[in-house]
């Protein structure tokens, strides 16, 4: 049995059409507990120096006229595991790694502004 350490850090989040008042990415490992990343207050350096990048760069018009939103995160989170190596090989060929954005300010029924899955086999 192994240790593994898993690490995900969000600088931003772009291309968003839907309002956002409370952005949160959520992220789905195995079958281990999902990770919350909310994004750092404006007071830490790292966030600061992310939102004045996001500030910087031009906004992009969709199809239909609205504007696309950068929302900065500079934040992440880690946790550590235990496996068998051949397990952690096998079920991470067959099991996508799950993301969602999701806004906490909505009900939970409407929260859901963008998903994405990304495979590593």
């Known amino acids: 049995m192994s240790t593994f350490s898993f ?3 969000v600088l931003s989040v772009e291309g968003i059409l839907a309002d956002c008042r409370s952005p949160a990415v959520v992220v ?4 281990y507990p999902h990770l919350d990343i909310r994004p750092l207050s404006r007071d830490n350096d790292l966030a600061s120096s992310q939102a004045e990048k996001v500030t910087d760069e ?11 939103r ?6 992440g989170k880690s946790c550590l595991f235990r496996m068998e190596a051949a397990e952690l090989e096998e079920k991470l060929l067959h099991t996508p790694l ?7 300010s909505k009900n939970p029924w409407t929260r859901t502004i963008q998903q994405c899955a990304a495979s590593f086999g």
């Open 28 to 31: 789905k490992l195995l079958n």
């Open 70 to 75: 950068t929302i900065p995160f500079a934040s």
């Open 7 to 9: 690490e995900l850090v």
């Open 58 to 68: 031009p906004k992009r018009a969709s199809k239909n006229g609205s504007q696309f």
């Open 98 to 104: 799950r993301c969602l954005l999701l806004d906490e």
